[in-house]
């Protein structure tokens, strides 16, 4: 069984669309996070959420707006996709808030033409 | 802020070579330090980690120790393989502002074993 899985794997789309990607984990955990890994392969986080509160919001464009409807889940939805926004995109879940041993999705590659 | 710096790849090595990649850390308390794998078209694993000074993470043959002295973290391997090849992170939990934890990741080091 998949521990944390996304889809779709991969999305190509038009700059000024909107998409969404969805993350689910069957591992029991409270705290989510999406990651955005650019390029160069540099990881950032984006947000994250504990018991389907959120905890961190880095400064991200409010076009990126994520959604967890329940603990196991944490949809991240993107309006008006730009081509900046072209990167691979984790998800990845932990036990707690102390974002210790955090286990990752196989990642959403987003190409936006 | 928190900050992770380690040594620039990519990084070639023979099979069987000692694999050492430099990892430096800047945080305010006592972080948690990770090296975490990231192999082709997947996502990343945790490979090791270690929660205090001195303390040895080891895995796969793989070791790291926390020196809170040298605020370093590298990651040793006396013998690598080809199935090594990989880009290897590594990351610190460390407080944000709000009074979560978040991981600081390093840039990634992309390590290839040819045989």
């Known amino acids: 069984d998949t521990a944390v899985s996304q889809t779709p794997k991969y999305l190509v789309t038009q700059m000024g669309n909107d998409k969404s990607i969805k993350c689910e984990q069957n591992?029991?955990?409270?705290?989510m996070y999406w990651y955005k890994q650019d390029s160069k392969k540099f990881l950032k986080i984006m947000f994250s959420y504990n018991n389907k509160e959120l905890i961190i919001n880095e400064t991200v464009p409010n076009r990126f707006s994520p959604k967890s409807p329940d603990k196991a889940h944490l949809n991240l939805h993107i309006n008006s996709l730009e081509l900046g926004d072209s990167a691979v995109y984790f998800c990845a879940s932990s036990q707690g808030r102390l974002a210790g041993t955090c286990f990752f999705g196989p990642g959403t590659r987003l190409t936006v033409l | 802020g928190d900050s992770v710096t380690q040594m620039e790849g990519p990084v070639t090595l023979s099979e069987e070579a000692f694999l050492t990649i430099n990892c430096t850390y800047t945080a305010t308390g006592y972080p948690s330090l990770f090296w975490y794998v990231q192999y082709p078209g997947e996502g990343l694993q945790l490979l090791l980690k270690?929660?205090?000074?001195?303390d040895k993470g080891s895995n796969k043959g793989f070791e790291a120790t926390y020196r809170k002295e040298t605020t370093s973290f590298h990651l040793e391997k006396g013998s690598v393989q080809v199935s090594d090849s990989a880009v290897y992170f590594c990351a610190l939990s460390g407080m944000t502002g709000a009074g979560s934890y978040q991981l600081t990741f390093g840039k990634g080091t992309k390590l290839s074993v040819i045989p």
């Open positions: 270690a929660t205090k000074a001195d």
């Open positions: 591992l029991g955990h409270d705290t």
